[in-house]
């Protein structure tokens, strides 16, 4: 997956350099964002759980909204920060209709 890459398999992230998504407080408060996340990316400044962390997160290229909807999903159930809504194609159409490339 390529999210494990930086943010490690468990979700837990590595060390102080990539936030973890694993009970992340910033995906919970965020969860609206995170398909504007993937498709355009992130940078500047965020806090997780606490911790500061001076990011800058390339965009996931070549994914279309269908595997935008799944990763969503994924991330949401495995490490319990959704909303407990189902991330649908049309909802992220509608999502990134609005927001803006990093």
């Known amino acids: 997956l390529h999210c494990a890459q930086c943010h490690q398999e468990n979700g837990e992230g590595f060390k102080k350099i990539w936030p973890p998504l694993n009970g992340s ?10 398909a504007c996340i993937i498709r355009y990316g992130l940078q500047g400044d965020i806090v997780v759980n606490g911790q500061e ?3 800058k997160m390339a965009a996931i290229n070549g994914v279309d909204d269908y595997d935008i909807s799944a990763l969503v999903n994924y991330i949401s159930y495995t490490f319990k920060v959704g909303d407990g809504s189902v991330m649908t194609k049309e909802k992220v159409k509608r999502l990134t209709a609005h927001c803006k490339e990093n």
């Open 25 to 34: 407080d910033y995906l919970k408060k965020n969860y609206s964002d995170l």
């Open 53 to 55: 962390y001076d990011y």
